[in-house]
DNA sequence: CGATCTTACGGGATTCGTAAACATA
DNA sequence: TATGTTTACGAATCCCGTAAGATCG
């Protein structure tokens, strides 16, 4: 005969009303099938944890001693369901997100802002990294989900397009390419001196593919979007940018303009694993994520 | 709808098993029981714990999250009720002695030693103290039960007679008293300088009650029986003892003899709280203490 | 097609509540 | 006698196992 949960209820409850009539009504029980619970238990313990035999029910030395185990027992179950039961409503759990810096900075906080008003009880680990690493923290498990600019396909991951991306000019505003007539073509710019990313981002591969990189007048090749705004700003020469990182460049001094491109344009993927399920934190900004794609930013001419 | 032990071990199970089939099995349960088994959790959580979407079952975020704290509840669980089995067996536990120092060092070493063989895991914590802290102990609930000289019925406690204890004459053996004719009476001790115990002895109330203290021979007065042993065995006076304090005298120079006294035996009790019951431990204790009652001790005339 | 989980349903054990018996101060 | 626990018993509930259905590789 195995103890029961209910059996140690009834035995913690006897044991503060040291009456077997109200504890019985405080579990909204008979008394019989009361008594029956605590007869049971001390069957199966094959101790007896209750005196009974005068006016006053009370506990014998070993129903004094069981408390402190069956009362642990009690609120660590007590807790795991009610932790769990948190998790489900989301009112706790935990969500990890990778996505390119561009999509971090300019877009993201929006909908972060949504997220956190709605779930406060989430915690949200946010890694602003390069496409490579984004897949890489999704192979590894360290982010749920991943927006990165390559379609990752492989027996673990699964991609869907999460939205289009095209290139855009900066310059200066006085530039001579600030006012040119539509459409800007990528040949346009050649003649320019040209201020590059590193050969790690997702842009200037996409440059290197449609360049032969001596074609081009590279001024210098930067990390940081940021530099890059600083230099064009400086006049040091012009740049093309995903229209994501566009915020970067709002600033009077700078003009930005699209630029009609050979081929497609840049996709953004959701990149998460094929076979594990998003947890129900992870699913939840995963929705919010694809109902608040980016909207195509407007290139500014000056 | 609540969430059970049973469930929770159902899912430890098919954690560790990762297929119904074989968890079912394990818990002695035809499959669709043990299905829904984990459904049931699963609706009472209301999250979704394990993936069973292809051909290996998988748990989800959540359900491998759940894994410490529900291992935790099983485990205190289990430990809980062995626990408090294993001092039902006897296994453990704990019982606590106040007794007499003439107990505590003649009779209830071969005692302890039976109870200690048949129960190795219950610790037993003796005090070798005098009647009136004895009764104290038990009155304090630091000891179970009590053998003491006094008949403490209170409110409280209960007394019942546990063997009667006769007084003897120790001197030495070249004494002219350690071959006087039977029977000894009181008054034939009178003439002799006399070695006292301690007015808070039992055996010396006693003897306080018979004589007047003027009227007899005092050479003086000690508090351990060891010491009036060496006392008489140097010749400096006779003295009188319980006969559970003669293996002090068991002496080749020291003679003892039977002394017949006005009045009733001293008689020792024992003595328990009458509102609580003993434990297991303690009541296995106090059966063995009264089947192994002290024999009465015979008188050595030399 | 085979392995595996879920749904459907009848039978059996457990548990409940009412009523009566029993114990104690 | 009044309060409070146990016993007795019919009824409702819950849980299990068998069998059929659904799904995925």
New binding site residues.
């Given amino acids: 005969m195995a103890a ?1 949960l ?1 059996q140690l209820r009834a035995y913690a409850l006897l044991l503060q009303e040291r ?3 109200r504890a019985a009504a405080a579990m ?6 009361f ?6 238990l001390e069957e199966t313990l094959g101790v007896r944890l209750f005196d ?4 006053h ?1 009370a506990p014998t030395v070993e129903g004094a001693d069981f408390e402190p185990a069956a009362r642990r027992v009690l609120t660590e179950f007590d807790s795991a369901i009610a932790g769990m039961h948190d998790r489900a409503t989301l009112r706790r759990g935990r969500v990890s997100l990778a996505l390119l810096p561009s999509l971090a900075a300019g877009w993201l906080p929006g909908v972060l802002a949504r997220y956190r008003a709605l779930y406060p009880g989430i915690a949200v680990d946010v890694a602003d990294v390069l496409s490579e690493p984004c897949i890489e923290r999704v192979m590894t498990m360290q982010a749920d989900f991943a927006l990165a600019a390559v379609r990752a396909e492989t027996p673990e991951l699964q991609a869907q397009v999460f939205c289009a991306d095209d290139f855009h000019l900066v310059c200066r505003a006085d530039h001579p390419l600030a006012k040119a007539p539509e459409p800007i073509r990528l040949r346009d710019l050649a003649a320019w001196p040209f201020i590059h990313l590193s050969r790690t981002s997702s842009v200037r591969q996409y440059l290197d593919a449609a360049f032969r990189p001596q074609a081009m007048d590279t001024v210098m090749e930067v990390d940081q979007l940021a530099t890059v705004m600083g230099m064009v700003r400086a006049g040091l020469g012009i740049s093309v940018v995903p229209a994501l990182a566009l915020f970067h460049f709002e600033q009077p001094e700078i003009a930005t303009r699209p630029v009609r491109l050979p081929g497609l344009a840049r996709r953004i993927y959701l990149v998460r694993r094929r076979d594990r399920s998003l947890s129900l934190a992870a699913q939840a900004l995963h929705d919010m994520v694809l109902a608040e794609r980016p909207v195509p930013v407007r290139s500014r001419r000056r």
């Fill in positions: 029961s209910r009456n077997f009539t909204h029980l008979s008394q019989p099938a008594s029956a619970l605590i007869g049971g009974r035999s005068k006016r029910v």
